[in-house]
């Protein structure tokens, strides 16, 4: 089976963490906030998400074993929830404005699950389940990972003002059909080895 390194783990969990998708959801949550107190917020998030994401990796073989659950489960599950975000990135749902109250969000819906959602917490179990030795590589590759996503957040607006959205979306759905290919690969490889074990 062939394993993840840093930088494979870094691209696939910025891929699903997806930081320039995510820029209209914290827009929209972020619109009744202070201009001047945004980007306190968004770190704070970013903080919350990396945290939560940190403990799924530490506790993943323990979760693992209770639930007893076998590497190639969560090997094939991952591909399949991989797959269904990768088709959401590249075949978008029309963005529906949800109505914020005049608080400030606070871990949802920001930290969770818009960074730390099902599939990013699914990949960080399936990082250590596969390589646990590695553990301390998975951890700097999310800390990469979460050092994008909050430079990205913190200069939204500035990266919308200066690319445009039509090529932020472009952007988007190239991401979601590497996504695609790498969730078919997760499959290909689990069918394998359910193949060889039969």
């Known amino acids: 089976m062939n394993e993840y390194n840093f930088a494979s783990a870094t691209v696939l969990l910025l891929l699903i963490t997806d930081p320039l998708g995510n820029i209209p959801i914290f827009a929209n949550a972020l619109k009744r906030v202070e201009p001047a107190r945004r980007a306190r917020v968004i770190l704070r998030e970013v903080l919350i998400a990396f ?6 990796m530490f506790m993943g073989a323990g979760f693992l074993r209770l639930m007893n659950l076998s590497d190639l489960s969560l090997q094939i599950a991952g591909g399949v929830v991989l797959f269904l975000i990768a088709l959401r990135m590249i ?7 949800q109505v914020s109250d005049a608080h400030e969000p606070l871990i949802v819906p920001l930290a969770v699950p818009a960074l730390a959602g099902p599939s990013a917490l699914a990949t960080v179990l399936l990082l250590v389940s596969q390589a646990p030795e590695r553990r301390l590589e998975w951890v700097a590759a999310l800390t990469v990972t979460m050092l994008v996503c ?7 607006e500035r990266i919308l003002r200066l690319v445009g959205e039509r090529v ?3 952007f988007e759905r190239l991401m979601g059909l590497i996504l695609v290919a790498i969730s078919v690969e997760m499959l290909l490889r689990g069918f394998k080895a359910v193949l060889r074990a039969a």
């Open 91 to 97: 075949f978008p749902p029309p963005f529906e404005e």
């Open 150 to 156: 909050a430079v990205v957040l913190v200069l939204a």
């Open 51 to 56: 945290v939560l994401l940190l403990a799924f």
């Open 168 to 170: 932020v979306m472009a």
